[in-house]
């Protein structure tokens, strides 16, 4: 009830596509239509009043030349009781041509006067009116007078002597009926009407099936994205009836992937999160149940059992600290603190704070700085990065091994490389080893404490920079780590 409501309100408000084109097209079927019936209703009335003034003023033209022969409008004399025969033949003419036409004839003379008058109203009197006035002047006039209903004639009786001379001697004003026209006119516009009627209800239909026709497509894909969103497929959706339809479904199906891409990755990162969280917690549920089955065990065996558990909390401990720390890195608001620092100075305190651990494995640990080196960094970050890279290198040593950190800039950027003389990574793995979770070696890492996410924080740090980190690496031989910053932060991406 709701989506039919929603539906007639955007009906309503014209925002639906579909009543958009049932619009458009009803106006297109209906406006010609309606336009040529008034055209040919108009024509015709026309038509039929020219066609009508024609024969009458030829009758008329006709009844002048007989009273130009009986010489009617100088003799003629309403009033006299001895009428000539032609005159009283040519007063029942106009009579006659009156009764026909439902009209009025007048006869003026000369002096604008009026000689004989059908109605017998006029007779005597002066008729001085533009028609009349223009008329005595050769002019033949016609006027239709539709709010009225008639049409006024006029047309001069002239008389043209043997020599070709024509003067005018009087004017006959004649007015008829139009009731005939407008009788055929009403009949007319009655059919018009209902034809138009007929024509509009039959553009209506044809308007409502097409807009539907039109709309289709789009209603399939609207449909065809809810079922995906209902969950009863994942197929990419297909609805290829136009190129507009083409693109939206080309377009959902990206956005679809891109989607399945995400959500699948963040399948797998739960995954490996619950697994690597999981996996102290089970060596500490062992070491604990042995020593609950062993009621008489030891003190020095709790205490070495303890320190286990204690290390496997220490380990639990840092995969959450780097957890969260990449966590951090990952949302979009991670705002960097940029200050100007020395990175030379920053490598020394990082050196020295790694250097008891790389004396453990008797490890040399040399730094060589070509320049000195003042960038706009986040401080905490590039320390991270920094101290990951040369953890990994000390790490993934061998015994009495080296690491070399260099440090080197041109005007844009500033390098730091850490050179590493350990087992080297082999080529298959290169490509993974920024993946969160990835080692190449797991228990040899798991053994010197590796959570397995150093280097995709490293890499999500660098990139915060606009920064690239790359490595080449030789099975037994050793890695080289380098990563480029520039110098000076901006948040326009660098080319
Ligand atoms: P981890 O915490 O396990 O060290 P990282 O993300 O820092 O995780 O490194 C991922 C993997 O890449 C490591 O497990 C190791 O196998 C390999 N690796 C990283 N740095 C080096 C290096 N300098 N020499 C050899 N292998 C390395």
Redesign the pocket.
């Known amino acids: 009830m709701k989506a039919i409501l929603t539906k007639i309100w955007e009906v309503v408000r014209m925002r639906s596509l579909r009543a958009r084109i049932f619009l458009i097209l009803l106006l297109v079927g209906t406006i010609p239509t309606i336009l040529m019936e008034s055209v040919i209703v108009k024509t015709y009335e026309l038509k039929a009043v020219e066609q009508r003034s024609s024969v009458v003023q030829n009758q008329l033209k006709i009844l002048a030349n007989h009273l130009i022969a009986n010489e009617f409008l100088s003799n003629y004399n309403p009033n006299s009781p001895n009428k000539l025969e032609s005159h009283e033949i040519i007063e029942a003419e106009l009579d006659m041509l009156a009764n026909i036409y439902e009209g009025r004839v007048m006869i003026i003379g000369s002096n604008y006067r009026v000689l004989l008058d059908t109605y017998n109203i006029a007779e005597g009197r002066t008729m001085i009116s533009e028609e009349v006035v223009k008329c005595f002047k050769g002019e033949n006039i016609s006027n239709y007078d539709s709010e009225h209903g008639y049409i006024e004639i006029t047309i001069p009786i002239v008389n043209t002597t043997d020599d070709g001379d024509s003067n005018i001697k009087g004017v006959m004003l004649t007015s008829i009926s139009d009731s005939n026209i407008t009788a055929t006119m009403t009949s007319l516009n009655r059919n018009s009407a209902a034809f138009e009627i007929i024509a509009i209800v039959l553009v209506m239909v044809f308007s409502f099936i097409i807009s539907g026709a039109m709309t289709r497509p789009f209603e399939r894909i609207t449909k065809a994205i809810a079922e995906l969103k209902a969950g009863y497929s994942n197929d990419p959706i297909s609805v290829r009836s136009y190129t507009e339809t083409v693109h939206i479904s080309d377009a959902f199906n990206q956005l679809q992937s891109r989607m399945k891409t995400i959500d699948d990755s963040r399948k797998e990162f739960v995954s490996n999160v619950s697994h690597e969280l999981k996996t102290p917690l089970t060596s500490m549920k062992v070491l604990a149940d042995s020593l609950i089955a062993q009621p008489d065990a030891p003190a020095e065996l709790y205490r070495e059992f303890m320190e286990d558990i204690a290390s496997e909390i220490d380990r639990e401990n840092s995969i959450i600290t780097?957890l969260l720390a990449l966590t951090k890195m990952d949302m979009s608001t991670q705002e960097l603190n940029i200050t100007s620092v020395n990175i030379g100075d920053l490598a020394e305190i990082i050196l020295k704070r790694l250097r008891p651990i790389a004396r453990k494995k008797d490890v040399e640990l040399t730094i060589e700085e070509n320049r000195e080196i003042v960038a706009d960094v986040d401080e905490v970050k590039m320390s991270l990065i920094m101290t990951?890279?040369v953890e990994?290198?000390i790490?993934?040593?061998k015994e009495h091994g080296t690491v070399k950190v260099t440090l080197d800039s041109d005007i844009q950027y500033f390098t730091f490389s850490?050179e590493?003389s350990?087992?080297?990574?082999p080529e298959d793995?290169l490509p993974l080893?920024?993946e969160r979770f990835?080692?190449?070696?797991k228990s040899?890492?798991r053994e010197i404490?590796?959570?397995?996410?150093?280097?995709?924080?490293?890499r999500s740090a660098v990139l915060l920079h606009r920064g690239t980190i790359t490595v080449t690496?030789e099975e037994g031989v050793?890695?080289v780590?380098t990563v480029r910053i520039p110098l000076s932060y901006t948040t326009e991406v660098q080319i």
């Open positions: 780097d990951n890279l990994n290198a790490k993934y040593n850490v590493d350990g087992c080297g990574i793995s080893i920024y990835y080692r190449v070696d040899h890492s404490g590796g959570t397995g996410l150093g280097l995709a924080i490293t690496s050793g890695s780590f």
